[in-house]
């Protein structure tokens, strides 16, 4: 049973490696690809976001050779501040134009509920470190 959640987790490690890799490739090619609502302004925070998927590799790279459960929630917990400071900085500079209101503001949504998600996901991670257990449950 143990080997199973071992070879699990160490799946989604990779997952998350293999996606943030691809995420990495796409975000830096969007202005290339003039994609027609991604406007210049995308300049001002692909520095985050390239950030936020770096530290996402190296913490999930970590976490495939060696992941104790205390250390995991730590890496998650820094994976998630990362990537809240990310969505923000996106949200606020926000260098998309949809040429219709109702997406644009739309989208502004997504960012805003993406952050509460985080925020969310962050608070559970606190949870699970300071209590030691692996996940919550419903016990």
């Keep these: 049973m143990e080997e199973t959640k071992k070879s699990g987790q160490k799946s989604e490690y990779v997952a998350a490696i293999i996606f943030n890799l691809i995420w990495w490739y796409i975000v ?7 994609v027609y609502f991604v406007t210049n302004a995308f300049n001002e925070v692909l520095w985050i976001i390239n950030l936020s998927i770096i ?4 913490g999930n ?22 990537s809240f400071i990310a969505v923000y900085i996106v949200w606020t500079v ?7 209101s109702f997406y644009d503001w739309g989208f502004g ?12 996901a962050i608070i559970v991670e606190i949870y699970l470190l300071v ?9």
């Design 109 to 120: 949504v997504l960012l805003i509920l993406a952050m509460i998600g985080i925020i969310i």
């Design 28 to 34: 830096n090619n969007l202005l290339n690809w003039q």
């Design 94 to 100: 926000f260098p998309f134009n949809f040429n219709n």
């Design 55 to 58: 530290v996402s590799i190296i």
């Design 61 to 82: 790279g970590l976490l495939l050779f060696y992941s104790p459960e205390r250390l995991r929630h730590g890496v998650k917990i820094f994976i998630n501040i990362i």
């Design 131 to 139: 209590t030691g257990k692996p996940k919550l449950t419903g016990n």
